[in-house]
Nanobody, 126 residues
Framework: QVRVVESGGGMVQPGGSLRLSCAAS????????LAWFRQGPGQEREFVAT????????YYRVDVKERFTISVNDAKTVMFLQMDSLRPEDTAVYFC???????????????????WGRGTQVTVSS
């Protein structure tokens, strides 16, 4: 079964950029739906973005749609989240997730995903 590890988090000033990576091991992402979630201090885990490799469809939460970009490398082994124009409210631990059921469509609830990484911290502060 595929496993994932996130990297690329850090501290950045408001308006800055970061690129998160989610690397697969034990397999590739081919045919799966992938997603990024985040969890801020004292908050519930929330959906950020998804890409379904059956058709390459993407979907974003409204407040990141014009600032974040989700993508996958050609080998289907690494997923990225390019985050631009970062805001303090983007501060959170960011998790990547994989839905192993190989089905079309979009899923934005955490319970739809079976494989999770441990997360990477993103802090936006001046």
């Amino acid at each position: 079964q595929v496993r994932v590890v996130e990297s690329g988090g850090g501290m950045v000033q408001p308006g800055g950029s970061l690129r998160l990576s989610c690397a697969a091991s034990g397999g590739t992402f081919s045919g799966y739906e992938l997603a990024w979630f985040r969890q801020g201090p004292g908050q519930e885990r929330e959906f950020v973005a998804t890409i379904n490799l059956i058709g390459a469809n993407t979907y974003y939460r409204v407040d990141v749609k014009e600032r974040f970009t989700i993508s996958v490398n050609d080998a289907k082994t690494v997923m990225f989240l390019q985050m631009d124009s970062l805001r303090p409210e983007d501060t959170a631990v960011y998790f990547c997730a994989v839905d192993l059921r190989q089905q079309a469509g979009v899923r934005i609830t955490a319970r739809s995903y079976e494989v999770w990484g441990r997360g990477t911290q993103v802090t936006v502060s001046s």
